[in-house]
């Protein structure tokens, strides 16, 4: 089955305590990207890899780190996270053609995270 | 700060009737547009893309673009209690690298 899958789908943390929500696709998607969903804001992009080895910045990517190094993987990594960076994150991937990056964007099943 | 706008809603319309949902982008090179419902507490699944001026209609959904006035919509026709979600609008920017989304239009169909 062609899926998205994000783990922990819960997770309760501190202030400061690095954490690292994973992200994993299996349809060889070139195109992956974490968003962060807050009531009353939508999604935000936080950050997105064209492929192995290539990342960049989305709209609210402070704070936050990514990293690429096989095309299936795309984790999403907090080093110290703060209170405001609780938030429902989701992660999505995307079969990337010459005219744009985006075409069906498959999201997973989401990651509530609460920092306390 | 590229901006995607839609009304938050509630838009409330009785079953069977045809419910509009608008979008306006501030992107004039914008090349890409999306429509996606998410169900509350669940993830964003793709409806609808349109990437030319006009309309394109799939089964119930008919999206409509209009590039000249920056606006993009979707209408649901014969709109079933089934379709009450939140309906995100999502456009690409001109180097097709970033995608937008507006904050949703909450959609309630009354049985």
């Known amino acids: 089955e062609a899926q998205v899958t994000q783990n922990p789908r819960y997770l309760i943390t501190v202030t400061g305590k690095k954490l690292t929500v994973t992200c994993s696709q299996n349809m060889n998607h070139e195109y992956m990207s974490w968003y962060r969903q807050d009531p009353g804001l939508g999604l935000r992009q936080i950050y997105y890899?064209?492929?192995?080895?290539?990342?960049d910045k989305g709209d609210v990517p402070e704070g936050y780190k990514v990293s690429r190094k096989e095309k299936r993987n795309f984790p999403l990594i907090l080093e110290s996270p703060s209170p405001n960076q609780t938030s429902l994150y989701f992660c999505?991937?995307?079969?990337?053609?010459?005219?744009?990056?985006?075409?069906?964007?498959?999201f997973g099943p989401g990651t509530r995270l609460t920092v306390l | 700060q590229k901006e995607v706008e839609q009304n938050s809603g509630p838009l409330s319309v009785p079953e069977g009737a045809i419910a509009s949902l608008n979008c306006t982008y501030s992107d004039r090179g914008s090349q890409s547009f999306f429509w996606y419902r998410q169900y509350s507490g669940k993830s964003p699944e793709l409806i609808m893309s349109i990437y030319s001026n006009g309309d394109k209609e799939d089964g119930r959904f008919t999206a409509q673009l209009n590039k000249a006035s920056q606006y993009v919509s979707l209408l649901i026709r014969d709109s079933q209690p089934s379709d009450s979600a939140t309906y995100l609008c999502a456009v690409v920017d001109n180097a097709g690298n970033m995608l937008t989304f507006g904050g949703g239009t909450r959609l309630m169909v009354k049985p």
């Open positions: 999505a991937s995307s079969h990337a053609t010459s005219q744009s990056s985006y075409n069906e964007q498959f």
């Open positions: 890899s064209m492929n192995v080895e290539v990342t």
